[in-house]
């Protein structure tokens, strides 16, 4: 790295000790920055570079519930607002045990380049806590909703900041959310919370959009070499919102997805993945990824174990972060990969990237590939602002042309920058710039 980058750096390591998965966010933009702020002394000296990592607000609250037993839970509620130069924060809540404000901070950082690479008016922030919806009734995932929007809702809004879904919060969680605000508030405020339900202010395509656009963009960095993924084999993690609708969308495209997983294994399908079932193990019955063997018998359940290491040409890992780690992308080579795209955030281990890259593999980092989610949330937001409710065809049109452009922005970015096909890189510098540029114009605010 560039002196001013290790400085910088080391700022970050001193201010949020012991935040590993923060740390490793920033590591791997500024690795991308050398060249960028070389050609641009004007970032130094408006102290973009600090002023980047630094998270505009961090909001860290108790949020107190009641089980189904009359025991009283505590849970820890979190809301980074990151960076707002583009438009209001905006970016998911995850609800998971493993919550902490170290993963929130990278999650929200990351979301702030993603967000710019859209295109579209939206700033970047994260949110969450470390409540497990897993075994809950749905009494108590209501009750946990209401007591965490108890306090949240003072410091969201239309043009303040717009939370929306990840890990452990899907459509069920965004309609508890939603009745706690529009409750206090008196108000029915839609665009304050995206991935609505499609009677009261959702957007069609929103739930199918991270799954759908990260095989977008596989397809398009397949394309430019001349390549595509009409019968190719593909793995992918996860079995939550981005892996199904990865799924799907991979399917229609012509591709045989042969496994997915959870935390507790992966499934081996050679008939390719039997999408209905699937969707109703994981969405109806809210099941494990091992319920679908029991339907399905020539499949196979792999208890622990690695889905890298099921021989696939295309791996779209959907799960969560450092999923797929150096040994994992050595078993991936083994197997004959040519392209890994990340459909979940940072799900690749930084030595896996170098390894993957090295070995002549196409890569998509997560902020380029799955920023289809974010993308129709604003389209969403679009929506609830002109009190109105487009089509599917329309709304999944307008996804397709946003992940062809955040496709060739990255691609064109990094030929720019003397590295053509380094995705990372290209990702990383477009969605630099359009904030920093932002940054400058607003003054050292
Ligand atoms: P879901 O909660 O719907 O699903 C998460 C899935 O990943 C579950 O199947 C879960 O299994 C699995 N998983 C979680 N941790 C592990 C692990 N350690 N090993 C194996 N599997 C695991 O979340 P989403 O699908 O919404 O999110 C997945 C990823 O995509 C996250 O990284 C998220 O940040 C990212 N993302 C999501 C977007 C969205 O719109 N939802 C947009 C952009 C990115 P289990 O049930 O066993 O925990
Ligand atoms: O990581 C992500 O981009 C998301 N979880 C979606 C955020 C959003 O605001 O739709």
Redesign the pocket.
């Known amino acids: 790295m560039d002196t001013a980058l290790d400085t910088t750096f080391a700022q970050v390591l001193r201010r949020s000790p012991g935040e590993v998965e923060f740390h490793q966010a920033v590591r791997e933009v500024f690795d991308s920055l050398g060249p960028v702020l070389r050609k641009n002394p004007q970032y130094a000296d408006a102290a973009v570079l600090e002023r980047i990592c630094e998270p505009e607000r961090q909001i860290i609250f108790r949020v107190p519930w009641v089980d189904d037993a009359g025991r009283v839970r505590i849970n820890r509620g979190f809301r980074v607002e990151y960076n707002s130069a583009l438009g209001p924060f905006k970016g ?1 809540l ?1 609800f ?1 045990p ?1 919550v902490n404000l170290g993963i929130i901070k990278f ?1 929200g950082f990351e979301q702030v380049f ?1 967000n710019a690479l859209t295109g579209m008016p939206i700033g970047g922030g994260k949110g969450g806590s470390d409540f497990d919806p ?1 075994g809950c009734s749905d009494g108590e995932v209501m009750r946990f909703c209401q007591s965490f929007m108890t306090e949240l809702y003072r410091h969201i809004g239309e043009y303040t900041d717009v939370p ?7 459509g069920r969680e965004i309609g508890y959310l939603f009745g706690q605000y529009k409750r206090i508030t008196n108000r029915y405020e839609s665009a304050v919370l995206t ?1 609505k339900g499609l009677t009261w202010g959702g957007s069609l395509v ?1 739930t199918e ?3 759908y656009g990260a095989v977008l963009f596989a397809q398009e960095m397949l394309k430019a070499r001349g390549e595509s993924l009409e019968g190719r084999r593909v793995a992918v ?8 609708y990865a799924i799907e969308k991979a399917q229609a495209l012509g591709a045989r997805v042969v496994t997915f ?4 294994g992966y499934v081996v399908d050679e008939d390719g993945v039997d999408l209905d079932l699937l969707k109703d193990v ?1 969405e109806v019955q809210r099941g ?2 091992a319920d679908y063997v029991d339907r399905r018998p020539r499949a196979e359940f792999v208890a622990g174990g690695s ?1 890298w290491d099921v021989p696939v040409e295309v791996a779209l890992p ?4 450092n ?1 797929l780690t150096e040994e994992d992308a050595k078993s991936l080579l083994r197997g004959g990969v040519v392209a890994v795209v990340e ?5 690749t281990t930084a030595d896996a990237v170098a390894l993957l890259q090295e070995s002549g593999v196409l890569f998509a980092p ?1 902020k380029a590939a ?5 993308a129709t ?1 604003a389209l969403e937001m679009q929506q609830n602002a002109s009190r109105d409710s487009w089509s599917f065809d329309y709304t999944a049109d307008r996804l397709t042309q946003i992940m062809v452009s955040i496709h060739d922005r990255c691609a064109q970015t990094a030929e720019e920058y003397g590295e053509p096909g380094n995705y990372v890189l290209g990702a990383n510098i477009a969605g630099f710039q359009r904030v920093a540029n932002a940054m400058l114009a607003l003054g050292i605010v």
């Open positions: 998911g995850r998971h493993s999650l993603k897993r929306a879904g990840d890990i452990g919060v899907g991935g929103r959009a991270t799954g993690s996860g079995a939550g919102n981005v892996a199904i997983s959870d935390s507790s994981k494990r990824v889905i959907c799960a969560t972060q999923e459909g979940a955030n940072m799900p997560g799955n920023a289809g989610g974010v949330s």
